[in-house]
């Protein structure tokens, strides 16, 4: 019985890292990187160029995936209404990516719960650097 309630203890970290995460919307801060690429987003809406500058073909340095992403959620949710959950949607599936990593490298629930808390608040921009952006999206 014991043994059942610690191998939960992963997926309530999950939980506890995500509705931790989603107090950080309440600040309105965009991250440099997250403004990049949702620009890209927009210009490839509305230039069907993938590029910072408008409709000026030249490639903006962010990830194409994340993109194709932030495109969809804007085409779907619309300008002003799209970053939210699009945050949301990215922290769900980061933490969840970090809970399978956990069970691939760590035996102990209570190391699994610790590891996915700790890399789910370190800051995006460490953990782009370490993992690169598409983890979180996989």
Excluded: C
């Amino acid at each position: 019985m014991a043994e059942a309630q610690n191998s939960k203890f992963p997926i309530y970290a999950v939980i506890i890292t995500v509705l931790f995460k989603l107090l950080f919307l309440l600040t309105h801060y965009i991250q440099e990187d997250a403004f990049i690429t949702w620009r890209v987003a927009q210009n490839l809406l509305d230039y069907g160029v993938i590029g910072f500058n408008g409709d000026t073909k030249i490639s903006a340095s962010t990830t194409h995936l994340y993109v194709f992403v932030s495109y969809i959620f804007n085409l779907i949710l619309g300008k002003e209404n799209f970053i939210e959950p699009l945050l949301i949607f990215n922290s769900i599936l980061f933490t969840t990516g970090t809970l399978f990593l956990s069970h691939l490298v760590l035996k102990n629930p209570w190391h699994k719960a610790i590891f996915i808390f700790l890399i789910g608040i370190l800051p995006p921009s460490i953990k782009i650097s370490i993992l690169g952006m598409e983890y979180g999206l996989l």
